[in-house]
Structure formats: structure tokens, C-alpha cells
């Protein structure tokens, strides 16, 4: 563990998190980017808005509805399998995943969230391609409608524009078409 200022110990990774809209890039642009967004069908009343949201996003920044392909998945376990078939197609330029668990009576909840996290991380950090994360994981059903377009936002929206501007930031590193990337 580091050492802070005032001699104490701190684990980088335990900072609460912040309550704080993120600050999106204005200058990135979804104009010409072919992006497919990956959906849970489970829990379609929030997810459907994330999606909702996400679409939303996409032609806010630019983009036009025939470049945004939406593939349905049964549940948030599913995403990883159709995010990683999309990013190695050759055919977008990012990927966002949408679903919506909320904790139940056991674990299930947290290891699906685990494994879907840990997979689309990797899913992205091996291929290049940006995935937008947009799987929420709440507590409750309440927290979860905050989230898709209530009083937190809509988490949809965010993971769109964390995935355009992942995808512009890439850009100003390796240019569209160079070290492998959809031309």
C-alpha cells in the first residue's frame, strides 16, 4: 500500500466513489463510427431505457442510426460472448454493453457482475476496441431506475459516450486503420 502525505496508508482502489456526473468530451464525435450495442433482454424494463439512452447519445454525438447495429442477449452473462464476437469482427468501432442486475437473496448477482466485468475488460484491453460498460449492479430495483434515466442519469448514455470518446482518444494514438483497427 502507498503512503499518504499525513503517514497514513491508503489502497489506491478503495476511494469512495463519486457521486459526480462525468464530464463528457465535447469534441469527440460519433460521426462515420459504426458501434453496436449489445443488450440484455433481462430486467428490460431498465435496460431498454439504458438502450433508450444509449441511441440517444449515439445520434446526439453525430452518429447516424444506420451505423448503430443492437444485438438482444438473454441476460448480463451473455454479454461478454456477443461483445467479444462483435469487437473481432472487423466491423465496429466499439462496442457498448447494456444490462441490469440487481441483488437477489445469494451471490448470484456478484458473480455474474464478476465474470461479465473481468471478460469485457479484457474483451477491450486485448483488442483495442473500446466497450462501453453499461451494466448496472444495484441493490435495488429503485436504484436500478435512478440509473437508466431518473435522478442518477442514464448509465446508457454514459457507457455511449465513454465508448466514442475511448474510441476518439485511441484515434489520436493509432490512426483509424493502423495496428489492427476497424479502417
Known amino acids: 500500500m502507498a503512503e499518504t502525505l499525513d503517514g497514513q496508508y491508503a489502497c489506491p482502489t478503495m476511494r469512495p466513489m463519486s457521486s459526480e456526473r462525468p464530464q463528457h468530451d465535447l469534441d469527440a464525435s460519433a460521426q462515420g463510427l459504426r458501434i453496436a450495442v449489445v443488450v440484455s433482454k433481462y430486467n428490460w424494463e431498465i435496460t431498454g431505457a439504458l438502450l433508450d439512452g444509449a441511441e440517444s447519445a449515439f445520434e446526439s454525438m453525430g452518429g447516424s442510426a444506420s451505423d448503430l447495429t443492437v444485438i438482444h442477449v438473454p441476460g448480463a452473462f451473455e454479454l461478454p ?48 476496441i473500446p466497450v462501453g460498460f453499461g451494466l448496472l449492479t444495484t441493490d435495488t430495483f429503485e436504484q436500478a431506475k435512478a440509473r437508466c434515466g431518473g435522478a442518477k442519469g442514464n448509465k446508457g448514455d454514459d457507457a455511449m459516450r465513454a465508448c466514442i470518446e475511448t474510441r476518439a482518444a485511441i484515434g489520436s494514438v493509432v490512426p483509424r486503420g493502423g495496428f489492427g483497427f476497424n479502417k
Not at 447494456?98 to 466485468?117: F, N, P
Open 81 to 128: 460472448a456477443l461483445v467479444g464476437v462483435c469487437v473481432r469482427s472487423g466491423r465496429y468501432d466499439g462496442v457498448v454493453a447494456l444490462g441490469c442486475l440487481v441483488r437477489g437473496e445469494t451471490v448470484h448477482d456478484r458473480v455474474i457482475a464478476d465474470s461479465a466485468a473481468h471478460a469485457l475488460a479484457s474483451l477491450s484491453a486485448t483488442t483495442g
